[in-house]
């Protein structure tokens, strides 16, 4: 009887797919079970005769030149996202049997290549590709019962000794649980952007180290994001160096919104602004502290510099453009006749220096942490990746835990020459620190600081 109507739904899913319909699972893949978080799958052809069943043979080698997916929930304004750097596992699926194949990490463009898999029966048979969102070395995207999401796809392999797949519309997702499909795509978003966020900064810092040989060798140590429908429900996003749960273990958690609206620029700020405080903490345990607001002044300056790197990291990464339009905003900011950031502890007072020292050709200030030491002419993009790399190194190697440590260790270590220290001098007082690096005001405005 469950043979029949497996039959039945095969017929049926080859029917829709004839006319291009599906690549959504339905019911056709019930019969093996799987605790995946989603489910999709395909047909390769529908040509029912092999020609090798005619000459005798029984199995065949299938090569795997390529397979690549990309997940969306469907919606229209979805932008779908490939799986790069995954762990995956292979299965030959026959009948009610697995059996495994191989598995790896996908390559940094999502894609399985160059496989060969021998004994593949003619006819009946699929393959499982199961994939989790996230690989040992980078962490994973996990729900709140510490397992990765998993997505599985069943491929159903006809007579065709290729396979040479790709999809850029995939669902994964529960049979009447639409909202599976939602979740699933976010987390594939977040899994996507962190993924991207880490090759981008270990490209910058590499481009560092190749330059300058007494740069540190940035290691990443892997890390967790927790993300599920309605958990941390519209609260902050965090990194906890206890975990979100006291375990023990240093996570980061991405909290659900009730707005349902996860633009791209913030699920990329987010997660490397988290991700940023787990690299202080990791690399030299930056100590943590809370804050009011970005133009808050914090007391502890140490509270000021990890929430300016976060947003300076995130910001670089997610949203360069606005960071970029906001050039002036320390000099600029007016509250009610109240300038809340120049020379203030504050999160975005920390953040703009960084940013003027990363920047190449503004119009407050000429510094550029890096064009002494360019000996090629470069682009203006290129050195402010080398800007970026090099700024990120000595975050890491000063183990500073205030800005004013951090600007000395700069200035000990880049700023040499009489020309180079007036610029530098320059981005000091266009954003209201004293000479040695200290902000100059108290909250309270106006009013110089005491020591
Ligand atoms: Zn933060």
Same mark, same amino acid.
């Given at each position: 009887?469950?043979?029949?109507?497996?039959?039945?739904?095969?017929?049926?899913?080859?029917?829709?797919?004839?006319?291009?319909?599906?690549?959504?699972?339905?019911?056709?893949?019930?019969?093996?079970?799987?605790?995946?978080?989603?489910?999709?799958s395909n047909s390769l052809d529908r040509k029912v005769v092999s020609t090798e069943t005619k000459k005798g043979k029984k199995s065949r080698t299938i090569e795997l030149q390529?397979?690549?997916?990309?997940?969306?929930?469907?919606?229209?304004?979805?932008?779908?996202?490939?799986?790069?750097?995954?762990?995956?596992?292979?299965?030959?699926?026959?009948?009610?049997?697995?059996?495994?194949?191989?598995?790896?990490?996908?390559?940094?463009?999502?894609?399985?290549?160059?496989?060969?898999?021998?004994?593949?029966?003619?006819?009946?048979?699929?393959?499982?590709?199961?994939?989790?969102?996230?690989?040992?070395?980078?962490?994973?995207?996990?729900?709140?019962?510490?397992?990765?999401?998993?997505?599985?796809?069943?491929?159903?392999?006809?007579?065709?000794?290729?396979?040479?797949?790709?999809?850029?519309?995939?669902?994964?997702?529960?049979?009447?649980?639409?909202?599976?499909?939602?979740?699933?795509?976010?987390?594939?978003?977040?899994?996507?952007?962190?993924?991207?966020?880490?090759?981008?900064?270990?490209?910058?810092?590499?481009?560092?180290?190749?330059?300058?040989?007494?740069?540190?060798?940035?290691?990443?140590?892997?890390?967790?994001?927790?993300?599920?429908?309605?958990?941390?429900?519209?609260?902050?996003?965090?990194?906890?160096?206890?975990?979100?749960?006291?375990?023990?273990?240093?996570?980061?958690?991405?909290?659900?919104?009730?707005?349902?609206?996860?633009?791209?620029?913030?699920?990329?700020?987010?997660?490397?602004?988290?991700?940023?405080?787990?690299?202080?903490?990791?690399?030299?345990?930056?100590?943590?502290?809370?804050?009011?607001?970005?133009?808050?002044?914090?007391?502890?300056?140490?509270?000021?510099?990890?929430?300016?790197?976060?947003?300076?990291?995130? $910001?670089?990464?997610?949203?360069?453009? /606005?960071? =970029?339009?906001?050039?002036?905003? @320390?000099? &600029?900011? !007016?509250?009610?006749?109240?300038?809340?950031?120049?020379?203030?502890?504050?999160?975005?007072?920390?953040?703009?220096?960084?940013?003027?020292?990363?920047?190449?050709?503004?119009?407050?200030?000429?510094?550029?942490?890096?064009?002494?030491f360019l000996d090629d002419a470069l682009s203006e993009d290129e050195v402010k990746q080398l800007n970026f790399g090099l700024l990120s190194a000595a975050m890491i190697e000063s183990r500073a835990t205030t800005l004013q440590e951090f600007l000395t260790y700069?200035? $000990?270590?880049?700023?040499?020459?009489? /020309?180079? =220290?007036?610029?530098?001098?320059? @981005?000091? &007082?266009? !954003?209201?620190?004293?000479?040695?690096?200290?902000?100059?005001?108290?909250?309270?405005?106006?009013?110089?600081?005491?020591?």
């Amino acid at each position: 009887m469950k043979k029949r109507i497996f039959v039945l739904l095969l017929t049926l899913f080859a029917f829709s797919s004839v006319f291009g319909l599906i690549t959504q699972a339905k019911n056709a893949d019930k019969m093996l079970m799987t605790d995946a978080n989603g489910e999709a799958s395909n047909s390769l052809d529908r040509k029912v005769v092999s020609t090798e069943t005619k000459k005798g043979k029984k199995s065949r080698t299938i090569e795997l030149q390529r397979f690549y997916l990309e997940v969306t929930d469907g919606s229209a304004a979805a932008t779908p996202v490939p799986l790069p750097n995954c762990d995956y596992t292979i299965h030959l699926a026959k009948g009610d049997r697995e059996t495994f194949l191989d598995n790896g990490v996908t390559n940094d463009k999502g894609e399985i290549t160059g496989l060969a898999f021998k004994d593949i029966p003619l006819t009946g048979a699929s393959l499982k590709i199961r994939y989790s969102l996230g690989n040992e070395q980078r962490g994973y995207v996990q729900k709140y019962d510490k397992k990765p999401y998993s997505f599985v796809f069943t491929l159903r392999l006809g007579n065709e000794n290729t396979i040479n797949y790709s999809d850029d519309q995939v669902q994964f997702g529960k049979e009447k649980a639409e909202e599976t499909f939602f979740y699933n795509f976010q987390a594939a978003r977040i899994n996507y952007y962190f993924d991207q966020g880490l090759g981008w900064h270990s490209e910058a810092v590499k481009k560092v180290n190749q330059l300058f040989p007494d740069t540190t060798e940035f290691e990443v140590k892997p890390i967790n994001i927790n993300f599920e429908k309605g958990q941390y429900l519209d609260e902050s996003n965090a990194f906890s160096r206890n975990g979100h749960d006291g375990s023990g273990v240093p996570d980061i958690v991405v909290g659900d919104r009730s707005d349902k609206i996860f633009d791209t620029n913030y699920l990329m700020h987010n997660v490397m602004h988290e991700w940023t405080h787990w690299t202080m903490y990791e690399a030299f345990e930056m100590p943590s502290g809370d804050y009011d607001s970005h133009y808050g002044t914090n007391d502890d300056p140490q509270i000021s510099y990890k929430e300016g790197w976060a947003l300076f990291v995130g $910001d670089v990464f997610a949203d360069i453009d /606005s960071l =970029k339009a906001d050039d002036m905003l @320390v000099q &600029k900011d !007016n509250e009610k006749g109240v300038n809340r950031l120049y020379g203030k502890s504050t999160n975005l007072t920390v953040q703009h220096v960084l940013y003027d020292l990363y920047d190449a050709g503004s119009n407050d200030e000429a510094f550029s942490i890096s064009e002494r030491f360019l000996d090629d002419a470069l682009s203006e993009d290129e050195v402010k990746q080398l800007n970026f790399g090099l700024l990120s190194a000595a975050m890491i190697e000063s183990r500073a835990t205030t800005l004013q440590e951090f600007l000395t260790y700069l200035e $000990d270590k880049y700023v040499i020459t009489r /020309s180079d =220290k007036e610029k530098f001098a320059q @981005v000091l &007082k266009i !954003n209201g620190l004293s000479r040695n690096g200290k902000f100059s005001l108290n909250s309270d405005e106006g009013s110089p600081k005491g020591e």
